[in-house]
């Protein structure tokens, strides 16, 4: 059982003393009989100096106000209120303590109310108002508000996405679907977000383009449908702060990225700076798009974000994107977990990101099962420069040097005291190409910078490199099997010369997809009987729409540039990608569950890179990729809007799940809305698309776990399934039946797999897959099996 993510903390005063010191009198140059009734006197002060700095520091703690999110049973709702707004304002009044020190009014402690994505309100209280609010009627639970941690031209192409088959036709291009991003808000001038070729706006809308700084309603349109701002939780906990920017209009530019990732519209001649050139356009393009900004320079909350959540299910959203996390929350303490669970009950689907505290097992967060969880993999595109030697030799490299600088037949230099490339005055010296040949040069870009080198030669295979865009010198990274070929051409003594050209951008590059370094691995902290992270998508060096005003590049130490595009890494990245897949499907299948998008998502997923060779993972040297770290592989869409069979789920079967977590009642009806909830069956064995099984490092006695599950027929008509399983190494594995037969189309089966292991005291990770294989037909239904340590916080 975990406690609060998230404990209180208060300056607290305290006051030792020790009634063995003689420093604890007061003297004076006095009789004796004096300096005793002074030293009397002087304990007796201090002992009621104490006794009222005590009193004080409770008084203190206890009018110290803060915001609360507070979770209420609307069943308990008094008939005597019109609404749950009303019942949760008269319940604020009721509890307000008489403390003339606070200057809100009951107005101003009421920050939101809370209906949809939850049932409940945010307030400002002080701990003994607290005290007296869990005695009302309807209370379930409450915890203080936190801050929140935020997490193409080319990746449709990657993910097999064509206009002539397949899932893109068959949805429209996810024609009328609507997407609520929860972000950091929109630059909705943006060519992304132009309404060309859009349609009417579905009926089922009812959202609203709010008015604010520097945006009026008239920048929606058909594509930008709605954009909502929220921040009443970073008022309320920072009351005198002056907001940058109060509207939907994005100023850091992560918003903009993911939400045209999402859903931006075709925009012709999209680059960065030459690199990665073409045409930008969302996963889902005619999707519908919505902004709730609840993300800010001056912070993020909880509250604003169950707000913006809340209001997108209100609005009518199919799927929320939101590309930020809690880290080390309980789910009945997550803001996304709760909020996806009211949002799943009135069938949209919340599709989410893994983080970035990869590649350590146990860092994933956002580990809800009830929501989709991506991590993020690499891509075939490198952009490049290409080095030619002046011997004939050509060299590829990675340079991301946001200009057509002119390096023409510049001396090539290798001296070994220039080589860390760390002194600009050292740099200064010479003139031409200089060998960096210092493994951490690299980060050297300042020296560099100061000094009048023209260019520089890196060597490195630090994949981390490569994730990001920053390259502010002219120079190239190579390989480090380049490098003693580069030196002694260098010290050939027959004038070496170099060039270098800027601006490439190569494709088809090996091997890709392979996990990103940075993605947060499984399992989940906070539900790791449930295998995360779910399914995999394309998350570095994504190209997308950006703030025009913001700097995504720069020349040496001075000049930065801005661009209508950037390169972003991140699984803020890979989320939206999951998040304009799942829109296609729900145009292709507006009958589909939350769940059961994903179950398709996730057993259509492949497992091999481009050279046909399994996928592999950049934070572990290119070893083979486990389920902790990519979920149940690399998204198919094409391969998901048919996927056979899928794994559905209820909200009861949710609640079954929290009802074996050893969560208390107030814990279990803060996450499903109600106190009303059925906890007569309860199991760890939800109907989930993937399989993990714990064991306790150490523990090298025998586990067994068995598995039930039940799949329902979403393909042909009729059909029969045979399974086959891939063995996690040092396992068993059985499958009841081992023959699935379906007779018609939503037909459900069931079937028991179970897997025996030995413990062991290293902790390894083991990984395998059950494949269900249609018989004379092409359905595979894969579903991925770890075998895994226990993670603990």
Same mark, same amino acid.
């Given at each position: 059982m975990h406690g609060s993510s998230c404990p209180y903390t208060s300056t607290t005063l305290a006051i030792n003393i020790n009634p063995f010191s003689n420093h604890n009198s007061i003297t004076r140059n006095t009789t004796g009989k004096e300096k005793m009734e002074v030293t009397k006197l002087g304990v007796h002060f201090l002992l009621v100096l104490v006794q009222f700095l005590v009193l004080f520091q409770a008084r203190l703690v206890l009018s110290e106000r803060?915001?609360?999110?507070?979770?209420?049973? *609307?069943? !308990?709702?008094?008939?005597?209120?019109?609404?749950?707004?009303?019942w949760y304002s008269s319940t604020i009044d009721a509890v307000k303590s008489t403390d003339s020190s606070s200057p809100r009014s009951n107005g101003e402690r009421l920050v939101y109310a809370y209906d949809n994505a939850l049932h409940g309100f945010s307030a400002v209280l002080s701990?003994?108002? !607290?005290?007296?609010? *869990?005695?009302?009627?309807?209370?379930?639970?409450?915890?203080?508000?936190?801050?929140?941690?935020?997490?193409?031209?080319?990746? @449709?192409?990657?993910?097999?996405?064509?206009?002539?088959?397949?899932?893109?036709?068959?949805?429209?291009?996810?024609?009328?679907?609507?997407?609520?991003?929860?972000?950091?808000?929109?630059?909705?001038?943006?060519?992304?977000?132009?309404?060309?070729?859009?349609?009417?706006?579905?009926? *089922?809308?009812?959202?609203?383009?709010?008015?604010?700084?520097?945006?009026?309603?008239?920048?929606?349109?058909?594509?930008?449908?709605?954009?909502?701002? =929220?921040?009443?939780g970073l008022r309320a906990a920072n009351p005198n702060i002056t907001i940058s920017m109060n509207s939907t209009r994005d100023t850091e530019g992560h918003g903009t990225h993911t939400s045209s990732t999402v859903a931006g519209n075709y925009v012709y001649g999209a680059s960065f700076f030459g690199y990665a050139s073409g045409t930008a356009k969302g996963v889902a393009p005619r999707a519908r798009l919505a902004m709730y900004k609840v993300a800010w320079d001056e912070g993020t909350y909880l509250s604003d974000m169950i707000a913006g959540m809340d209001q997108a299910v209100a609005d009518g959203v199919d799927i929320i994107s939101i590309s930020m996390g809690l880290n080390f929350a309980p789910l009945y303490e997550d803001p996304v977990a709760i909020a996806s669970f009211g949002a799943m009950e009135n069938g949209v689907l919340v599709s989410s990101s893994a983080g970035n505290d990869g590649p350590g097992i146990g860092t994933l967060h956002n580990g809800i099962p009830w929501a989709l969880t991506t991590a993020a993999s690499t891509i075939d595109r490198s952009l490049a420069g290409i080095l030619s030697l002046g011997n004939g030799q050509t060299i590829i490299g990675w340079s991301a040097f946001p200009a057509r600088a002119f390096i023409q037949d510049l001396p090539l230099i290798y001296n070994k005291t220039l080589s860390a490339c760390n002194s600009s005055e050292?740099?200064?010296?010479? %003139?031409?190409?200089?060998?960096?040949?210092?493994?951490?040069? =690299?980060?050297?870009? %300042?020296?560099?910078?100061?000094?009048?080198?023209?260019?520089?030669?890196?060597?490195?295979?630090?994949?981390?490199?490569?994730? =990001?865009?920053?390259?502010? #010198?002219?120079?190239?990274?190579?390989?480090?099997?380049?490098?003693? !070929?580069?030196?002694?051409?260098?010290l050939s $003594?027959?004038?070496?010369?170099?060039?270098?050209?800027?601006?490439?951008?190569?494709? $088809? @590059?090996?091997?890709?997809?392979?996990?990103?370094d940075y993605s947060s691995r499984g399992p989940a902290p906070s539900c790791p009987g449930v295998l995360k992270p779910d399914i995999m998508s394309p998350g570095t060096l994504v190209l997308a729409a950006f703030p025009p005003n913001i700097p995504v590049a720069s020349i040496g130490n001075k000049v930065?540039?801005?661009?209508?595009?950037?390169?972003?890494?991140?699984?803020s990245m890979a989320c939206p990608h999951s998040s304009g897949i799942a829109a296609l499907l729900k145009g292709a299948h507006p009958e589909w569950s939350p769940a059961a998008i994903k179950s398709a998502m996730m057993t259509t997923a492949t497992t091999v890179d481009n050279t046909q060779s399994p996928i592999k993972d950049t934070g572990s040297n290119y070893d083979v990729a486990s389920p902790l770290a990519m979920g149940a592989g690399f998204? #198919?869409?094409?391969?998901? !809007?048919?996927?056979?069979?899928?794994?559905?789920? @209820?909200?009861?079967?949710?609640?079954?799940?929290?009802?074996?977590?050893?969560?208390?009642?107030?814990?279990?009806?803060?996450?499903?809305?109600?106190?009303?909830?059925?906890?007569s069956n309860p199991s760890p064995d939800l109907n989930y698309p993937s399989f993990i099984a714990l064991y306790e490092k150490g523990n090298t006695s025998i586990i067994t776990k068995k598995f039930e599950r039940t799949?329902?027929?979403?393909?042909?008509? @009729?059909?029969?399934?045979?399974?086959? %399983?891939?063995?996690?190494?040092?396992?068993?594995?059985s499958v009841t039946p081992s023959k699935l037969i379906f007779k018609e189309k939503y037909e459900k089966q069931s079937y028991t797999l179970t897997i025996t292991y030995l413990g062991e005291t290293a902790g390894m990770v083991r990984a395998g897959s059950i494949i269900w294989a249609e018989v004379g037909g092409n359905h595979r239904v894969r579903s991925p099996i770890v075998i895994a340590p226990t993670v603990s916080w």
């Open positions: 803060k915001t609360y999110i507070v979770h209420m049973d *609307k069943t !308990l709702m008094p008939k005597a209120f019109v609404g749950h707004e009303s701990e003994d108002e !607290l005290k007296t609010l *869990k005695k009302s009627q309807g209370f379930i639970s409450a915890y203080p508000d936190k801050l929140v941690k935020l997490d193409t031209t080319h990746t @449709t192409d990657f993910l097999g996405l064509n206009p002539l088959s397949g899932l893109w036709p068959v949805s429209e291009y996810g024609k009328d679907v609507i997407v609520g991003v929860i972000d950091t808000g929109i630059w909705p001038e943006s060519q992304s977000y132009k309404d060309d070729g859009m349609t009417a706006i579905p009926s *089922k809308w009812k959202g609203k383009c709010e008015v604010g700084q520097d945006f009026n309603s008239s920048l929606c349109n058909l594509k930008l449908i709605g954009a909502q701002y =929220f921040n009443k050292l740099l200064s010296s010479v %003139y031409g190409i200089v060998i960096c040949e210092d493994s951490n040069s =690299f980060n050297n870009q %300042y020296y560099i910078s100061q000094s009048s080198v023209p260019s520089v030669i890196f060597f490195s295979d630090d994949i981390s490199i490569k994730e =990001f865009s920053a390259f502010p #010198n002219p120079g190239v990274v190579l390989s480090t099997k380049y490098k003693q !070929l580069v030196i002694n051409y260098a $003594g027959n004038n070496p010369s170099a060039s270098i050209t800027f601006q490439q951008t190569i494709l $088809g @590059t090996i091997p890709a997809p392979a996990v990103a930065r540039l801005s661009n209508d595009f950037a390169l972003e890494s991140g699984t998204v #198919n869409p094409n391969s998901a !809007l048919d996927p056979g069979l899928i794994y559905d789920a @209820t909200t009861q079967d949710y609640i079954n799940l929290l009802c074996s977590m050893n969560f208390t009642q107030s814990q279990i009806a803060t996450i499903v809305r109600s106190s009303s909830f059925n906890c799949v329902t027929n979403v393909g042909n008509s @009729t059909g029969i399934y045979e399974a086959f %399983y891939a063995l996690p190494m040092g396992s068993s594995i």
